[in-house]
Structures are given as structure tokens and as C-alpha cells.
């Protein structure tokens, strides 16, 4: 098990009543790839897992979109302060670029899981790992909780990304049933709640992309 090392909130951002983007510096260096995540523990609070929203940066700060659920540590981080230390564990999980390498990548999030499929996206496009680029499935429950709409801006201008927003009663399971486009040879990561990645899951294995090509990890179920 890693050691948790200190880290500061140095900015703070707040996108919507719930979910606010968190910019942390580390005391020493927190070494991660785009699309791992760590957990974050705060004095009397129990630590919990959130995935970096940012590709690793030369500077070393790092970046978490946090959703107020409304108690322990992410309410706790809802209100918090630039200046406030955090611990910082990890990296974990197993959603990996590397994957990616001359295959068209799909992307698939509900909710605040979206975080890694940014810091993924950006690094798979600045990378050039793949020449079919990058498409996103985003789930939310209204236009407004597309709360990281300059990010997603960013990533549609550079012409190798696409997004299919799945808002309201329409859900990502639903957006991919109907989707046109042959998935075989696909692979695919998944982020978001629990029963939002089940159901994708299922419906991607019909519409053909391997087992072994789907990515996820199992702690979104407890914070997007």
C-alpha cells in the first residue's frame, strides 16, 4: 500500500451547487498516470477515492472534480479552503492509455466520473496515439450538469474528438444501442455510478468490443 504523502488546495473552482474542481500541489512528488486515481483523506474525515481530472503536468499540479453528496469528506472538500491540507494516496486503477495505441478509443461517463476521460482524452490526443480518434458518451440529469463545458470545448476543437451528450431520460446504455457505428474493434473505458457502468458493459459486449478491451474501475461506484 502506497504512504499517503501532503497536499495543499492551492485554487478551487465551483461549476455548480455540488461540484466544485479542486486544484491540489503536493509537498513532494505524486507520481500518476492520465486515468488513475487516488484517495484523498482530510483530518476526521474516512479517506475516499477520486480520479485525477488532469494529465500529469510538468508543475506537479494535479486536479479533482468533487461532487458534495451532502457529508463525510466530500462534503467536507465542498467547503473547504485554498490552503487546507489533504492527504494524497495512490495511484491506483487500471485505465490505461497504452491500451489506446492504434485503436479508436470510445469514452463513456456519468456524472462526475467524466474526470479521467478528460485527463485521458487530452493525453491520447496530445500523444497521437490514435489516428480514429476520440469519442465521449457523457450521461447527465440536465444541460447544467455538463458542468466541465470548457473542457469538452477544448477537446471538440481539436477536430479528433467527438461527444454525444446523454442527458435526461436518454442514458448512455441507450445512446450506445442505437449508436450506427461499428464498435469490434473499439476499446472503451467506463467511469461513472455503479449501475451506469453495469449496463454499458452489457451493451457493449453486444455490440461486439472484447471483454478484454473495456476498462474501468470499480471505486467510481462510491463518489460520481
Not at 467524466?114 to 480514429?132: C, F, N, V
Amino acid at each position: 500500500m502506497a504512504t499517503p504523502i501532503q497536499a495543499v488546495i492551492t485554487a478551487i473552482e465551483d461549476r455548480t451547487e455540488t461540484v466544485r474542481i479542486l486544484t491540489l500541489m503536493p509537498v513532494t512528488p505524486f507520481l500518476f498516470k492520465a486515468g488513475q486515481y487516488a484517495r484523498l483523506g482530510m483530518e476526521g474525515f474516512e479517506p475516499r477515492s477520486f480520479s485525477m481530472a488532469s494529465r500529469p503536468e510538468k508543475d506537479g499540479r494535479i486536479t479533482f472534480h468533487i461532487r458534495n453528496t451532502g457529508g463525510g469528506l466530500s462534503a467536507a472538500l465542498g467547503t473547504a479552503k485554498t490552503g487546507t491540507r489533504l492527504t494524497l494516496e495512490g495511484p491506483f486503477g487500471d485505465m490505461d492509455i497504452a491500451h489506446a495505441q492504434n485503436r479508436p478509443v470510445l469514452m463513456v461517463a456519468g456524472g462526475t466520473g467524466i474526470a479521467p476521460m478528460l485527463a485521458m482524452a487530452q493525453e491520447i490526443l496530445r500523444q497521437g496515439l490514435t489516428e480514429e480518434g476520440v469519442k465521449l458518451v457523457f450521461g447527465a440529469r440536465t444541460q447544467s450538469d455538463v458542468y466541465c463545458r470548457p473542457e469538452l470545448d477544448a477537446l471538440l476543437s481539436s477536430g479528433e474528438f467527438t461527444l454525444t451528450e446523454a442527458i435526461g431520460d436518454v442514458t448512455p446504455p441507450q445512446a450506445l444501442a442505437t449508436e450506427n457505428t461499428s464498435l469490434n474493434q473499439h476499446v472503451a473505458y467506463l467511469c461513472g455510478p455503479g449501475p451506469m457502468v453495469s449496463s454499458v458493459r452489457d451493451v457493449l459486449l453486444t455490440r461486439g468490443i472484447k471483454a478484454s478491451n473495456i476498462f474501468s474501475d470499480d471505486w467510481s461506484k462510491e463518489s460520481a
